[in-house]
Each structure stands twice: as structure tokens, then as C-alpha cells.
């Protein structure tokens, strides 16, 4: 990536955990990043350590990171159990706890949604007293809620537009996959039935709440309502102001383009319900991985051989990204020389991962893109899709590869990009990435930043 790194300024407090890179030594590690450690304590002497579920993430204006952690050494004076969520406003280096509810601090170990300026958070628990609300102690799970981090509120999310929280199974959870701008609309899953009269059959749906209006909308129907005949794959995605849905089901009533494979299908929310299947021209499925915060770009996975030129096995799981406006393909798990990759693309996760202009992709693989090859079998990648180069991250201080330090596919799913392209988000275990704190262990969440 063709980037030139802008001048660092350096908050006090963060500046054992900061440095910048000009690299010389491997011209396909990522050139030109400042890289940060997100996850240390209070005191700025050790790594706040995250929750097994290995869950990060960047605001799309690249203003705020987020984590969920059990160290409860964040922030002075945490006396909560189990794990929190955590958000850090990067500019100040501030954190606060995003978990919050009436009764104070609450465990949230699920995954968690951040809105573009990081006002909002969406998050769950299987706390009863969140938000004060009887009707969910009769209903326990795992709730969504959603956290307005200027007012310091917190309101169900999870519920039927008559207020009624839903009716989660025993062990049940709803979980969030984004939050709007203006936290009107929240994108989520559950395992509740009664959030909707249409909502029958096993296992579980995903919605669309309207916070302003209470009303629940079914995003992955067809365009007079029908439920879809197949189960969801994946996530259900949302651009930043909400207005656009992605998702993938292998459906035949959905629209006349169905074919009976894993479709990507396209939802329009600014006037009504407008759903179009994206993929049907595709020889085999695709289903969705990420969507631009403008809603332009769409990340899709897929075996078909005939979206691009590219020369594709038909066996592996490629990455391609789609622009709506002109309808054009580009494969993206390819090398700087166009040598396609040889193994399944990673992070199937409801993180942005695709900038605003199409240009800045983030992306795991085992496939080996750079040269010289890398030692490590589970990379992350930078592709540049303006000057087709495609470099590798982690990297040390001096410019050395580090890899991820672990070959557990789930560290992917916090994969997360800025709108701009600028901020990266990634989780590794690799030692000697910031000076330092290498010696700490553990995994860090770390913060990208190019210009």
C-alpha cells in the first residue's frame, strides 16, 4: 500500500504503548503504519487481558476502540465480575465501560456493536437488572441492550414493539451485529419468537429495531413480506445510517433471481422494503462478509468461477468485492504479482472490514500472498485494490513479519476498518509487536494506523 506515515503525536499516557514504522527489510509487511496497543490497564503497565471470546473493534470514524476483558483493571475503581465491555476514545486515550445499566456495571461476554462515533454500544447480558425492567427478570438470557455513551442511558433492545422483552429459550441469547449513526436503528440476532407475529419455527431470526419507534423489522424477507424458506448464513449487515442490509440465505422465494444456492441478497430500508438478490448470476453460493459504512461495497465469500478473469479452483473460499453502482467484481485474496490465493478466506463476522471508497480491504487467509513467503500459516492482509498490492500484518518495530502467534481461525472475526481506510483493528498473540509491552503476553488488541 502506497501510504506516507504523517507526523505521530504521542498522548503521555500512551507512550510505551506507541510506535511508527518506515519499512525497509520486508517490502510486502504493511509499509508505513503506526501501531498501538488498544487493551493496557490504567496505569499504562500491563495488557488488560480479553475475554475468550476474542472480540475488538474500531469505530468507523477510527475515534474509538472497543474490547471485552475480565481484568477489571481498565478503569480505577471497576469492581464488577466477569467480563465487560470496554471503550476507548483513541485521541484522548480515555476508557469507560460501555456495559453499563441502572444498577451499575454488568457482564456482557457476548460480541458487542459500536456506532460510527462510538456515542453508541450495543451490547448483551444475562444481568436481570439492567434497565429495571420486571418483564425481563420473568424472561432471562442473554438481552440485548443498547448504551448511549453521552447521556449515560440504557434501554432494551430486544423486544416486541408493544414493549413485551423477548421470549429467549433457556440458555437463549439476541446479540448485536451494528448500531446506526444515531442509534435509531439496531441490527441484531435472536432466538426470541415473539418479537414478530410472523416469527415462527426453530431456531433463530434477525431484526431490525427502530429505537425511536419501538416498531421490529424483519430484514431478510421478501419484498411482500414472506418469510424466507432458508435459514440466514452467516450475519445480517448494515451500513452505517442503517438505510442498507446485506445477507445470505440459500431461499427460492425471496425473489424471482432465486436459484435455490447461498445468495447474497441486497435490503434498500429508505422507503419501505426493497430486496434484490446481488449474486444470482454467480455459479455457485456466496453469501456476505462485510458491507462499506456507505453501503456502496460489498465483501462476499464464494467458490463461483465466474465473477472475475481471475483464475479460481472452484475449491476454495475466495474473497471478491462487489460495487453496487457499477455491478463489477474484483477478487481480493491475491498477491501483489496477481497470484491467486490457495487457501479459504477468513472472518465470517459482522465487522467493517471494506473502506468507503472500495479501496482498503482487511482480510485473513492461510494462503501464502507475500514475498518473501511468511513462516506463519494464519496471516492477516491489507489489500490495496487502486494499486493491487496486497502486504501483511502483524509486523514488529523493525518491519518483520509476526504473524498472528496462534492459528485459532475465531481471532479473525475482530477484524475491523475505519470508513476511510485509515484505522485497523486486529487481536494477536504475537510477541515483540509494540516495544515495550511484548514481554506482557497475552492477547493484545492492537490499533493500525495509516496515512
Known amino acids: 500500500m502506497k501510504i506516507i506515515l504523517s507526523t505521530l503525536i504521542v498522548v503521555a499516557v500512551l507512550s510505551t504503548a506507541f510506535y511508527a514504522v518506515n519499512f525497509k527489510s520486508n517490502v510486502e509487511a504493511a509499509s508505513n503504519i503506526s501501531q498501538k496497543l488498544v487493551n493496557y490497564n490504567s496505569t499504562n503497565t500491563a495488557i488488560s487481558t480479553i475475554s475468550g471470546n476474542l472480540?475488538?473493534?474500531?469505530?468507523?470514524?477510527?475515534?474509538?476502540?472497543?474490547w471485552n476483558s475480565a481484568s477489571h483493571d481498565v478503569v480505577t475503581g471497576d469492581t464488577s465480575s466477569g467480563p465487560v465491555v470496554y471503550l476507548r476514545d483513541l485521541r484522548s486515550g480515555d476508557a469507560a465501560i460501555a456495559s453499563?445499566?441502572?444498577?451499575?456495571?454488568?457482564?456482557?461476554?457476548?460480541?458487542?456493536?459500536?456506532?460510527?462515533?462510538?456515542?453508541?454500544?450495543?451490547?448483551?447480558?444475562?444481568?436481570?437488572?439492567?434497565?429495571?425492567?420486571?418483564?425481563?427478570s420473568l424472561r432471562p438470557g442473554l438481552h440485548l441492550y443498547l448504551r448511549d455513551m453521552l447521556l449515560g442511558t440504557t434501554r432494551l433492545v430486544d423486544q416486541s414493539a408493544a414493549g413485551i422483552p423477548g421470549n429467549l429459550p433457556y440458555g437463549g441469547q439476541a446479540i448485536a451485529r451494528s448500531v446506526s449513526d444515531d442509534g435509531r436503528y439496531v441490527t441484531f440476532y435472536t432466538e426470541s419468537t415473539?418479537?414478530?407475529?410472523?416469527?415462527?419455527?426453530?431456531?433463530?431470526?434477525?431484526?431490525?429495531?427502530?429505537m425511536l419507534t419501538g416498531a421490529v423489522i424483519n430484514p431478510t424477507a421478501s419484498n411482500t413480506g414472506l418469510n424466507s424458506n432458508a435459514s440466514t448464513l452467516g450475519y445480517v449487515l448494515s451500513s452505517c445510517d442503517g438505510s442498507f442490509v446485506v445477507f445470505g440465505a440459500a431461499a427460492t422465494n425471496l425473489t424471482a433471481q432465486d436459484n435455490g444456492n447461498s445468495n447474497t441478497y441486497f435490503v434498500d430500508l429508505r422507503t419501505g422494503y426493497n430486496i434484490t438478490?446481488?449474486?444470482?448470476?454467480?455459479?455457485?453460493?456466496?453469501?456476505p462478509v462485510s458491507i462499506s459504512c456507505n453501503g456502496r461495497y460489498i465483501l462476499l465469500s464464494s467458490q463461483s468461477t465466474n465473477l472475475t478473469a481471475d483464475t479460481v479452483s472452484g475449491v476454495e473460499i475466495h474473497l471478491f468485492l462487489l460495487d453496487r453502482m457499477t455491478g463489477v467484481y474484483e477478487l481480493v485474496d491475491k498477491s501483489s504479482a496477481g497470484v491467486v490465493g490457495t487457501k479459504n478466506v477468513y472472518g465470517y463476522g459482522s465487522r467493517r472490514t471494506v473502506s468507503d471508497n472500495g479501496r482498503v480491504v482487511f482480510f485473513a487467509n492461510d494462503a501464502n500472498l507475500i514475498s518473501p513467503a511468511s513462516p506463519y500459516s494464519l496471516e492477516v492482509y491489507v489489500r490495496d485494490t487502486e494499486s493491487g498490492t496486497t502486504e501483511a500484518l502483524p509486523v514488529d518495530s523493525?518491519?518483520?513479519?509476526?504473524?498472528?502467534?496462534?492459528?485459532?481461525?475465531?481471532?479473525?472475526?475482530s477484524l475491523s476498518i475505519s470508513s476511510d481506510g485509515k484505522s485497523i483493528v486486529y487481536n494477536s498473540v504475537a510477541s515483540g509487536l509494540i516495544p515495550g509491552v511484548g514481554a506482557l503476553g497475552g492477547m493484545k488488541v492492537v490499533l493500525g494506523r495509516f496515512n
Open 194 to 210: 415473539n418479537l414478530l407475529t410472523s416469527s415462527t419455527g426453530g431456531g433463530g431470526f434477525f431484526f431490525v429495531k427502530d
Open 55 to 66: 472480540y475488538s473493534y474500531v469505530s468507523d470514524d477510527g475515534n474509538f476502540a472497543a
Open 277 to 287: 438478490n446481488l449474486t444470482h448470476l454467480a455459479n455457485k453460493g456466496a453469501r
Open 398 to 413: 523493525a518491519g518483520i513479519e509476526k504473524g498472528l502467534g496462534t492459528t485459532t481461525t475465531t481471532v479473525t472475526k
Open 100 to 136: 453499563m445499566g441502572e444498577s451499575g456495571v454488568v457482564s456482557s461476554e457476548a460480541e458487542f456493536a459500536v456506532s460510527r462515533t462510538g456515542r453508541y454500544v450495543a451490547f448483551s447480558s444475562r444481568a436481570l437488572d439492567v434497565v429495571g425492567d420486571p418483564d425481563v
